[in-house]
């Protein structure tokens, strides 16, 4: 019988061919590549599973190799084949010949559909996982280009805007304090260094998305920065009544970092602090000292700057979101715009600035809140650890 059935195959492999092109047309597999496959299923009809096993892997490594349409196409085939093979048996056997004959064939196709099939969701999902890669590469080089085109415009905004801010000083000074017109211009004043501020940030946003953000290493007193941010926005916390309340920090000694730029992230999250924290509040700064046991020659720990206030608080799911640019958590339809008013308006770059600034120092940023209330004011608490660096970084002078 083994031999019947082997030589049987072989002579029916030109029919099967022949029924396997009218009922699948337009495969990539011609006629030979499915000749071949029947032939090797004959050759093997009665060899050990393992032996039979071993064959098809090899078929299938050899023959559809890592072509994804080929392989589709394959287990379109073998589907097809597996049908006509039966309809031939059933046509010119017994019906218990006919089942004794499938059931020699019956793993061989099974095993021929599993192999390809697998091989087909390789190649699709190493497809897909290439594809997903370029679209990466793609949105990081749109990434890229926005933020430099961003800062080219913003750059460019700053030569009419300082003409403008020319002529409102001109005009400052040619008109009476207590006229009507002195009124304008203070407005006019005032709106151009709101834009300059504006366009500021956007710049340094920009500069962080290009990873271009440039420190200034030197020796400094962080409290001492912490301090000077402090004063900075001393006027604006005495206009909304909200107390800045500084602890010493348990570092006395100079440490190295940009203090410029740690000025401007401390700046940042306590001016993020007031804008959220109603009228009468209060927003407190302290220091702890965090991971000591990484402490080494060149680096002292951490210090984690804690910036709690009381506010509205923020609800967990915008943790990260709200050190995304140009992003609000808040409807700002229902808000005023305004530097520091109440839950005043903005575009945004705050937080992704302090967050830049923080990392690009060796750094992180976080937050923690209760959540969002309005009614109770749970409030939030920013927490910026920062290397205690001892020495200056290397590659650095």
Known sequence: MAQSLTQWLHNQTDALC???????????????????FLHLVADNAHSAHEVQLLAIQNWALTN??????FANDWVTLLRVLKQEVVKALKEQHPPEET?????????????ALIEVTQLASDIHRASMLEHMADLRHQMEHVERTKASFIGVAAHELRTPLTILEGYANILRAETAPDSQLRLYVEGLGNGTRRMNEIIADIIDVSLIDMHQVELKYQEFYLEKVILMAADKLDKHFGQRRVDLVIMPLPVEERVYGDPEH??????????????????????????????????????????????????????????????????????????SSGKTKFKGGGPGLGLPIAKGI??????????????????????????????????MPEGWS
Request: net charge negative; charged share 25%; glycine share 8%.
């Open 262 to 335: 740690l000025l401007k992230a401390f700046s940042k999250v306590l001016l993020n602090g007031l804008k959220y924290t109603p009228d009468g509040g209060r927003v407190t700064v302290t220091g702890v000292l965090t991971r000591q046991e990484e402490a080494t020659g060149t680096i002292a720990g951490y210090i984690d700057v804690q910036i709690a206030d009381t506010g509205i608080g923020i609800d967990r799911e915008n943790f990260d979101l709200i050190f995304s640019k140009f992003t609000s958590v808040t409807d700002v339809s229902l808000h």
């Open 64 to 69: 559809v190799g890592h072509d994804a349409p």
């Open 358 to 391: 923080v990392e690009a120092h060796g750094g992180r940023i976080w937050v923690e809140s209760p959540g969002c209330d309005e009614e109770t004011c749970p409030g939030s608490i920013f927490h910026l650890e920062i290397p205690l660096l001892m020495e």
């Open 99 to 111: 089942l004794n004959r499938w059931m020699q064939l019956d793993e061989l196709f099974s095993y």
């Open 18 to 36: 022949r029924a396997i092109l009218y009922r699948a047309p337009n495969m990539l597999p011609d006629v030979e590549d499915v000749a071949d």
